[in-house]
């Protein structure tokens, strides 16, 4: 399904040769006009860790001049794998899929605080989302202090 959309693959074994490659395939692809998703925790997990959550997607979004847009994704449809086959699992066609895009943000500086913003929007829709199926509460996660004020853009401006 992935290589169907012509991902920009990463080793997850260098950070900083995936961040070099990030930063100049997915500049290219956004001056092409096409759009780069990136998934910062680095594979599938059963439960979202915002400790994993690096800063590529910002600083992919600062390098090519473009708003970074938040998306929540969580669903149990596709059920992870095994070891090294995580992302081979098996389709649950009867679960849901849930996702909620944000509004764009300008990305500033290091992007320190956009990356709390992303952080906070994910957790706040995956708890909203718990809630309403009735799933047990996860342990505590630690806050993220609040991000300082940033200017966003309006959906028309984008």
């Known amino acids: 399904i992935m290589r169907a959309r012509h991902p920009i693959a990463v080793t997850q074994t260098d950070p900083r040769h995936d961040l070099k490659t990030m930063l100049l395939e997915g500049t290219a692809r956004i001056a092409n006009g096409m759009s780069v998703v990136v ?19 910002v600083k ?28 081979f699992g098996r389709i649950h066609r009867n679960e849901k899929v849930r996702f909620a895009f944000g509004a764009p ?4 500086g290091r992007g320190v605080d956009e990356n709390r913003i992303l952080i906070n929007y994910i957790t706040d829709h995956l708890e909203q989302w718990r809630r309403e199926d009735g799933r047990p509460a996860p342990a505590p996660r630690e806050l993220l202090p609040e991000p ?11």
């Open 39 to 57: 998934f910062p925790e680095g594979r599938r997990s059963p439960v979202f860790d915002a400790a994993r959550f690096n800063t590529i997607g």
């Open 60 to 87: 992919l979004a600062h390098r090519a001049g473009v708003p970074i847009i938040p998306l929540a994704l969580y669903t149990n449809a596709w059920a992870l794998g095994r070891g090294r086959l995580n992302d």
């Open 105 to 108: 943000i300008s990305v500033n």
């Open 148 to 158: 300082a004020s940033i200017e966003t853009f309006q959906a028309g401006d984008v």
